[in-house]
């Protein structure tokens, strides 16, 4: 126990003497606050005929928990990138060296990883909530649409949100310990998030067989934890897990990546 | 402060094929330097692995006072190590060893401490990545020092350092010694830790050449003499009708394993007159490259290092 505590200290300690999260966190707060008010000020601000009901686009109610989603819909892979890169620096600079002398036992060096890729998405979640909630209802308001900020669904969602954006943490150390190439883990995040789940996700929503396996991919786990997605949106699948099972999933993907990596990687020579 | 022993106990190393380290055994006493040498590629960093349990040996046991260091309560505080030195270039030298103490439960006042006792108390608050070979060197010994450990196994640690900084390690490496630590570091150049070492560990293609003091590293080749004539060619006719194998160089012939006597004798009796006469001086580097240039030389018996 004392050790898991000491391994934690020095992750923390590690995260928060370099620049990276804070870099990630300004460029995040950035990203999701001009999308949320961008989307809320464009469906606020839309013509008549577009919001008519049968256009499919929310309207009203339906459009504030869509804006402040924007935080975990569009968010979510940088506490993937923060959490796989507080792996794979650590090749990159070539300091497991130094990490395995100081804590010989890697099992709880990962541990301690894993923790601080939960808390550190949860900090960006916190960060990425106040961006979309704050510029999104200052949107919503100028087109006097109800905010909705005094309803506790809302803010049940919104701690979904953050939760979900924990469990992306963890994912990505996961990740970083399957695939412990940098370069490589960085282009396997950005090639399967933004290229192929949200196409697969896409042809979901036109191939029926597809769709029953495309609600179990981790975007759209992500997306049933929130609750609220723009792939709705889009045409795609809809949501059809239950919150809880979208978490239980997101956090089964995190543990399936970490044993694996666990299994590989994390235990070979280090030379 | 009375380090521990560290004991190679037939330790070798298969990556694949390749037989990295092959059936290392010997002893590192307490309270004195021990050189690890060795040209590169001959798997003293493996080896130096292996003892630090990053490495898993394919067979035998390399141990710090008889436990293998993934069974050290306290690892940092019994052994202190520096095998790379390598950084996050993000971090200060202050705030790396913030992130060493947080990991092992050293007191936070060891940092101050260890920056002084290496010089760096200046260059702390710098990010790494803008740090000198030279500092780096510092900062890894820093590292090391950290948990004010009766251990020290480094890796090439002179690497790196100016003339000032070299001389600097060599007192310290001394004055650690004398205190009782036991102190392992690994050279590719007999020359470089020559002036710091007590004892030696020569290895070559993996496999132990010669184990004990500096001293009688010579005495393993046997003695050389280097002798010189005007009749060089009548000279070297005399060495080799008496089985030896005289090379010829620029200061005259040399002989090994024969001393200046008996080469004086030998031109006496065939009466070549002669023009110098001389041990070869320089010998132990001569004695070093032989002894990790013979390409399947048998293992040179291991002998213990005195204490």
Redesign the interface.
Known sequence: M?TYL??L??E???VF????WWLLAIILVGYVGTAAGGIALAFAFAPEAMSAPGAGLPVGDALAPLVYSMASATGFVFPVILGAISVT?EVR???L?????????RGIVLAGKATVGLVMGAMLGVLAFVASVGLGALALGLGDIDTRLGESDIWAMIARGVLAMALWGFVGVGLGVMVPSQIGSIVAILAFTQFIEPLVRLAGGLIEPLGEVVKFLPGASGDALVGASFYTLMGGAGIELEWWQGALLLAGYGLLFLLIGRATFWRR??? | MTGSPILFDRVSKNFGEVAAVVDLDFAVQPGRVTGFLGPNGAGKT?SL?IL?????ASAGTATIGGDA??R?RH??RSVG?T??V???????GR?HL???T????IDRSRVDAVLEQVGMSEHADRRIGGYSMGMRQRLGLA?ALLGDPGVLVLDEPINGLDPEGIRWIRGLLRTLADEGRTILLSSHLLTEVQQTVDDVVVIASGRQRYVGPLAALGASTGPATVVDAADRRALAAVLTLEGHEPVIGPDGLTVTGLDPDAVGRLALAAGIPLRALGARSGGLEDDFLALVSEPDAPDAPAEEVAP
């Open positions: 004392t000491r391994s200290a020095s923390f300690a590690k003497q370099t620049r990276l620096s600079h070539r300091t060296t130094t990490t395995f002398t100081a804590i010989p036992r020579d280090v030379t | 493996t692995r630090l349990g990053l490495v898993a260091y993934l050290l690892p940092m190590s095998l790379e390598s950084f996050h270039p993000g971090l200060t705030g913030r992130v060493v947080a990991a092992t439960g590292t």
